[in-house]
């Protein structure tokens, strides 16, 4: 049975006049000494580096700087601290070093999820990052194939950048193809391998397909679907990152982002979209 109560709060929610979001708001873990130090401070300080689709820089000089769910993510954390959200500029180099040296409170420049950072920090980890194979559309081993299973088989050459992030998932995935490796041409995956027909398909991380899919006609990705966003290919996670022994902040930042993904998804896919 409905109580009285909980029926005037589906009726009031219906009514627009409370949101789910002012229902949901976790208590903040008054015991964290960084809960405590930084509502001292006034401030939520999050390093801050952009990297599309999950942390974008707005440099017309118009709007909001930063955007993205990572920055969507760190403006409900200052929120229900009750403290405004300050952005420190990190580099790649050091973005981890400046959690252990308390330069920030959390790194929202999003990182992957690594064995050697779980030493050193803790993840919210908010979404993932994998690799597509993409061909030529009319080349007739592309438009075969039903899966990347289809590609691992003699007859098929594979290109892909040496030393690049997907050179050993490459070797691994594709014992059985010919392998190109070929020299880092600045682009995002080796598409003028493909187009010159030199290399029947090549590896790409799922979120700069999306850009090459508009600009260069023709082409097809594996796994089909949802325009390869779905892979699970060599799949990271991506989020962003504390210093370690905060238990009871980690805690409460997880639960936050929680509730909040699907937001973040949903931004996510508009920033993609958007590239």
Not at 7 to 23: D, E, F, I, N, S
Not at 207 to 229: D, H, R, S, T, Y
């Amino acid at each position: 049975m409905i109580s009285v109560k909980n029926g005037m709060l589906a009726l009031a929610l219906a009514a627009g006049l409370v949101t789910p979001h002012a229902r949901a708001d976790e208590p903040l873990p008054t015991n964290s000494p960084r809960v405590q130090a930084i509502q001292k401070a006034g401030v939520f300080r999050v390093g801050v580096l952009a990297n599309p689709p999950w942390l974008v820089e707005n440099t017309s000089g118009n709007g909001d700087q930063w955007s993205g769910p990572g920055w969507t993510l760190a403006k409900e954390y200052a929120r229900l601290l009750g403290v405004k959200l300050e952005p420190v500029a990190v580099s790649h180099e050091t973005k981890v070093p400046v959690l252990a040296a308390n330069q920030v409170d959390m790194t929202i420049s999003p990182l992957s999820v690594t064995p050697e950072r779980l030493k050193v920090i803790d993840f919210v980890t908010y979404s993932s990052t994998s690799l597509c194979v993409f061909g030529r559309a009319d080349n007739p081993k592309v438009a075969s194939a039903k899966s990347i299973d289809d590609f691992n088989k003699a007859g098929v050459v594979v290109a892909y950048y040496t030393g690049g992030g997907e050179e050993h998932w490459v070797q691994q995935r594709f014992p059985n193809a010919t392998l190109r490796g070929v020299s880092t041409a600045g682009t995002a995956a080796p598409v003028e391998e493909i187009m010159a027909k030199r290399a029947d398909v090549s590896p790409i991380n799922r979120i700069p397909w999306v850009a090459l899919n508009k600009k260069v006609k023709g082409l097809k990705a594996f796994p089909e679907g949802n325009n390869c966003q779905d892979s699970k290919e060599m799949g990271t996670d991506v989020g962003s990152a504390i210093d370690k022994n905060q238990p009871e902040f980690l805690a409460w930042l997880k639960a936050v982002e929680t509730r909040m993904q699907p937001q973040l998804t949903a931004e996510e896919k508009k920033a993609i979209d958007g590239m």
